[in-house]
């Protein structure tokens, strides 16, 4: 146990889906080993090492600064890491010019942030299709409805992104990042632009995806009940994992971020299954 009562992160495989997601349990989708990257003097990622489990849906936590943009940056290709490896799909980044970086960025990375990042001139159809247009692949009209019917918005693909609510916006980021079927989506605080009601239609969502089809999600949140949606919460404080949950509870997770943030020991119940529902 460390100080703020979580175990040592697990490193291999990830959480079992709690609520049935886990596939292909033990295969790491991305798995990162004495992750480093610094900014000059500012150590942002100081030595990490967590596998992602294919089919798993993992929350990163943790305090302002603490590394978590940096991480997924880096796990996605966005960012170079000043030391260790990041390994995608069985595919090891640091070797990639950057040429292959790109393709394999496209093909098996999906990333979505809090702003949502859409063009506004184009309807949710040819935002969804622009992936694979710089791919220069042409869309296919069936696969853009069917990204857009992935996330529920079969209806209103010819609508412009003024035209639709925050929620729906983020639906139209995610049907754009999952078009190219990528190995893993990761979400930046993906609600965190998004009001209350909003934010579960997405939560919601991002679960379905990993219970339906198996969609290894990793998702940088500030929220506990955002992080009750996920198998299992990661946590990062000063560069460095600090500990993780199963099964979170939005209490546990709550009981757990006060502890890191006091520096006090004693977080909430771990075990307790959060009870949401979508
Ligand atoms: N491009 C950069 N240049 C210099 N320093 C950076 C850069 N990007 C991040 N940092 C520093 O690295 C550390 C980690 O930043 P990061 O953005 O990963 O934190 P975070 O956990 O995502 O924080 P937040 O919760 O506020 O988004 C911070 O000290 C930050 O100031
Ligand atoms: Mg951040």
Known sequence: MNAAGAEPAG??????GARGGARGAGVAAVRVRALRRSYGEV??????????????????????????????????GLDRPSGGTVRVDGVELAGLSERRLTLLRRERIGFVFQAFNLLPALTAAQNVALPLRLARRRPSRAAVRESLARVGLAERAGHRPD?????????????????TRPAVLFGDEPTGALDTTTIREVLCLLRELVDREGQTTVMVTH???????????????DGRVSGELARPS????????AGLESAAAGAGDDAVVGGVTC
């Not at 939005?250 to 971020?257: K, L, N, R, T, W």
């Open 250 to 257: 939005a209490e546990g997770v709550a009981a757990h971020m």
């Open 43 to 76: 150590v942002a990622l100081d030595g990490v090492d967590l596998a992602f489990g294919a089919g798993t849906f993992t929350a990163v936590m943790g305090p302002s600064g603490s590394g978590k943009s940096t991480l997924l940056q880096c796990a996605a």
């Open 223 to 237: 929220d506990p009940v955002a992080a009750s949606y996920a198998d299992r919460v990661v946590f990062l404080v």
């Open 163 to 179: 035209q639709l609510s925050g929620g729906q916006q983020q639906r139209v980021a995610l049907a754009r990042a999952l078009i």
């Open 11 to 16: 490193t291999e495989g990830g959480a079992r």
